[in-house]
């Protein structure tokens, strides 16, 4: 009779992963935001319906259309229903990476947990509040351990019916995980070396079962990559690298040779330090540590008792190698896009790539570790990362704030705009959101009832589109930006003070102390006088921005 101890085991792991991510991106839920390119995608939403997802997003990612097909019509604008989405997906996807590597082993249960819990709360990534734009990543991470969960259960049904019906699943999502985004192409090396450790009745899989078992999945990786190089027409990511080696292999290959460990060594070491950097703190440093230590000391006191035939050594071997296997193939995306790799946003998306590699390994070192100093490093990487994590959910959120101040003074000071107005803007501004997102909630705010494809309004960050799209800083110059059109006639620029109050620029009037050189040009061509229109309805923000911050010391100028 098999013991009831390793379901409670199994079961006190998940609890612990749910309770982890609860903790690190609770507040996403609480207190929601829609964050970076998020609002772009729900405008599209919100003006075309699901079709709206092929200008948004659907250039760069063809086959991302099921998971929104799915969420958005449960979800729609609500911004505390996707960032609730977002997190359960991320809790999800940490579950399904738990069970997958504890299948390997039932007595790998300590190091996979570890492993799972790494990735749930990885710090190289800091872009969690960005819940409509990962759900896709999510979903997609999510479909491709299920798969090879389904394989590995495949392998030890002795039914053949039910074998063939687990495996046609687990090819389905297999597909759905990798057509959706690449991000993840790196979980599909684990295929081979899991089926090559699985054991069914205490035995090894004989290796040609093991190829069997793993050459449809293969055949799937083989099409992906042949549809993803040569057939499909996305226009980014590109395969750069392929055509650096057709002009001159031998400096293709040696950029990429210097640039690998650079991000391996970025992803899998550096990335970890971030919770131990106390310069981004928005909150008290004693508030950090005792957050962080009791949340370590809840994650070392809570890890399921190690198993009495546990072997260490087989344990650290195969994580290490999984892990490194995972980075390898995992940067593979980003070397032949040559995409770059940081740490900082918002490049660090980027990480994702990797996030599995990076868990994995750090849990291989770990045990290696004698066992109580291993428990005691996890548990205090694990619980420092969701401090971090719900650090950055601080920041989020003020920014959040902001963003609905600025809406609201701006409605409050512009009641309308005359269409075809183009606001000019610098950093600082409001982080967090791009000047493609603050134009979606513009033309959400001024034109919402348009349905069609020309915009009406646009916002430009003047020091990106300064030369591209907007010509010149002079009168008269046409503006064309995406579906945008307009004139540099008709522009109004605008700067927010220290104090969060929004200043409406003006030829020869006052501007604040920090104002970018490029907005002092600017100045030169707004024209509120022009622009500004006074209605007897005047604009309203999108619902769900958030209007309690607004300073009411702050006067329209």
């Given at each position: 009779?098999?013991?009831?101890?390793?379901?409670?085991?199994?079961?006190?792991?998940?609890?612990?992963?749910?309770?982890?991510?609860?903790?690190?991106?609770?507040?996403?839920?609480?207190?929601?935001?829609?964050?970076?390119?998020?609002?772009?995608?729900?405008?599209?939403?919100?003006?075309?319906?699901?079709?709206?997802?092929?200008?948004?997003?659907?250039?760069?990612?063809?086959?991302?259309?099921?998971?929104?097909?799915?969420?958005?019509?449960?979800?729609?604008?609500?911004?505390?229903?996707?960032?609730?989405?977002?997190?359960?997906?991320?809790?999800?996807?940490?579950?399904?990476?738990?069970?997958?590597?504890?299948?390997?082993?039932?007595?790998?249960?300590?190091?996979a947990l570890w492993a799972a819990g790494l990735c749930l709360l990885y710090p190289g990534f800091s872009q969690q509040a960005?819940?409509?734009?990962?759900?896709?990543?999510?979903?997609?991470?999510?479909?491709?351990?299920?798969?090879?969960?389904?394989?590995?259960?495949?392998?030890?049904?002795?039914?053949k019916q039910k074998s063939r019906l687990l495996s046609l699943a687990a090819l389905l999502l297999a597909g759905l995980g990798i057509f959706s985004t690449e991000y993840f192409f790196g979980l599909e090396a684990l295929r081979p070396l899991l089926l090559a450790v699985h054991q069914r009745d205490g035995h090894r899989l004989p290796p040609r079962e093991s190829l069997q078992r793993w050459l449809p999945y293969g055949s799937i990786l083989l099409i992906f990559l042949i549809w993803r190089l040569f057939v499909?027409?996305?226009?980014?990511?590109?395969?750069?690298?392929?055509?650096?080696?057709?002009?001159?292999?031998?400096?293709?290959?040696?950029?990429?040779?210097?640039?690998?460990?650079?991000?391996?060594?970025?992803?899998?070491?550096?990335?970890?330090?971030?919770?131990?950097?106390?310069?981004?703190?928005?909150?008290?440093?004693?508030?950090?540590?005792?957050?962080?230590?009791?949340?370590?000391?809840?994650?070392?006191?809570?890890?399921?008792?190690?198993?009495?035939?546990?072997?260490?050594?087989?344990?650290?071997?195969?994580?290490?190698?999984a892990g490194l296997l995972a980075l390898l193939a995992g940067a593979l995306p980003l070397w032949v896009s040559s995409t770059p790799l940081e740490l900082s946003f918002p490049e660090n998306r980027a990480t994702l790539c990797l996030l599995a590699g990076a868990g994995l390994l750090a849990a291989g070192f770990f045990?290696?570790?004698?066992?109580?100093?291993?428990?005691?490093?996890?548990?205090?990487?694990?619980?420092?990362?969701?401090?971090?994590?719900?650090?950055?959910?601080?920041?989020?959120?003020?920014?959040?704030?902001?963003?609905?101040?600025?809406?609201?003074?701006?409605?409050?000071?512009?009641?309308?705009?005359?269409?075809g107005t183009a606001v000019l803007y610098e950093e600082p501004f409001i982080?967090?959101?791009?000047?493609?997102?603050?134009?979606?909630?513009?033309?959400?705010?001024?034109?919402?009832q348009n349905r069609g494809e020309i915009l009406s309004y646009d916002m430009l960050r003047v020091s990106e589109r300064l030369g591209e799209g907007l010509p010149a800083l002079e009168l008269g110059l046409p503006i064309r930006h995406g579906s945008f059109s307009g004139s540099t006639s008709q522009v109004l620029a605008v700067a927010l003070d220290e104090q969060g109050c929004l200043r409406i620029l003006r030829p020869g009037g006052e501007y604040p102390a920090h104002i970018h050189p490029f907005l002092r040009q600017a100045?030169?061509?707004?024209n509120p006088g022009s622009v500004i229109k006074n209605t007897a309805q005047p604009a309203s923000p999108p619902a769900f921005l958030n209007f309690s911050s607004i300073n009411d010391n702050c006067v329209c100028f």
């Amino acid at each position: 009779m098999t013991s009831p101890e390793p379901k409670i085991a199994h079961r006190r792991c998940l609890l612990l992963l749910i309770g982890m991510g609860l903790a690190a991106y609770g507040l996403l839920i609480i207190r929601p935001g829609i964050f970076g390119d998020d609002a772009q995608l729900l405008y599209a939403f919100h003006r075309f319906g699901l079709a709206g997802y092929g200008t948004a997003l659907g250039y760069s990612r063809p086959c991302g259309l099921w998971v929104y097909g799915l969420l958005y019509p449960l979800l729609g604008d609500h911004p505390g229903l996707w960032q609730l989405a977002a997190v359960l997906l991320r809790i999800l996807s940490a579950c399904l990476f738990f069970d997958l590597l504890r299948r390997a082993r039932e007595s790998w249960r300590l190091p996979a947990l570890w492993a799972a819990g790494l990735c749930l709360l990885y710090p190289g990534f800091s872009q969690q509040a960005h819940a409509l734009q990962f759900s896709l990543h999510w979903c997609a991470l999510s479909a491709g351990l299920a798969s090879q969960i389904l394989m590995l259960r495949a392998a030890d049904t002795a039914g053949k019916q039910k074998s063939r019906l687990l495996s046609l699943a687990a090819l389905l999502l297999a597909g759905l995980g990798i057509f959706s985004t690449e991000y993840f192409f790196g979980l599909e090396a684990l295929r081979p070396l899991l089926l090559a450790v699985h054991q069914r009745d205490g035995h090894r899989l004989p290796p040609r079962e093991s190829l069997q078992r793993w050459l449809p999945y293969g055949s799937i990786l083989l099409i992906f990559l042949i549809w993803r190089l040569f057939v499909s027409e996305i226009p980014y990511p590109q395969p750069l690298l392929l055509d650096a080696l057709v002009r001159d292999s031998a400096v293709a290959l040696a950029g990429l040779l210097a640039r690998a460990p650079q991000d391996l060594w970025k992803a899998g070491a550096l990335a970890w330090a971030n919770v131990f950097n106390i310069h981004n703190l928005n909150m008290p440093l004693w508030q950090y540590l005792a957050i962080g230590a009791a949340l370590a000391a809840a994650m070392f006191f809570a890890c399921p008792a190690e198993a009495a035939d546990g072997n260490t050594n087989s344990q650290s071997a195969f994580f290490l190698c999984a892990g490194l296997l995972a980075l390898l193939a995992g940067a593979l995306p980003l070397w032949v896009s040559s995409t770059p790799l940081e740490l900082s946003f918002p490049e660090n998306r980027a990480t994702l790539c990797l996030l599995a590699g990076a868990g994995l390994l750090a849990a291989g070192f770990f045990r290696l570790l004698p066992a109580w100093l291993g428990r005691l490093a996890a548990g205090l990487l694990i619980g420092f990362s969701a401090v971090f994590q719900f650090n950055i959910a601080r920041d989020y959120q003020q920014a959040w704030q902001e963003l609905g101040s600025f809406f609201g003074q701006l409605t409050r000071c512009a009641p309308a705009l005359e269409p075809g107005t183009a606001v000019l803007y610098e950093e600082p501004f409001i982080s967090s959101y791009p000047a493609n997102a603050l134009a979606a909630l513009l033309n959400w705010t001024y034109d919402p009832q348009n349905r069609g494809e020309i915009l009406s309004y646009d916002m430009l960050r003047v020091s990106e589109r300064l030369g591209e799209g907007l010509p010149a800083l002079e009168l008269g110059l046409p503006i064309r930006h995406g579906s945008f059109s307009g004139s540099t006639s008709q522009v109004l620029a605008v700067a927010l003070d220290e104090q969060g109050c929004l200043r409406i620029l003006r030829p020869g009037g006052e501007y604040p102390a920090h104002i970018h050189p490029f907005l002092r040009q600017a100045m030169r061509i707004s024209n509120p006088g022009s622009v500004i229109k006074n209605t007897a309805q005047p604009a309203s923000p999108p619902a769900f921005l958030n209007f309690s911050s607004i300073n009411d010391n702050c006067v329209c100028f």
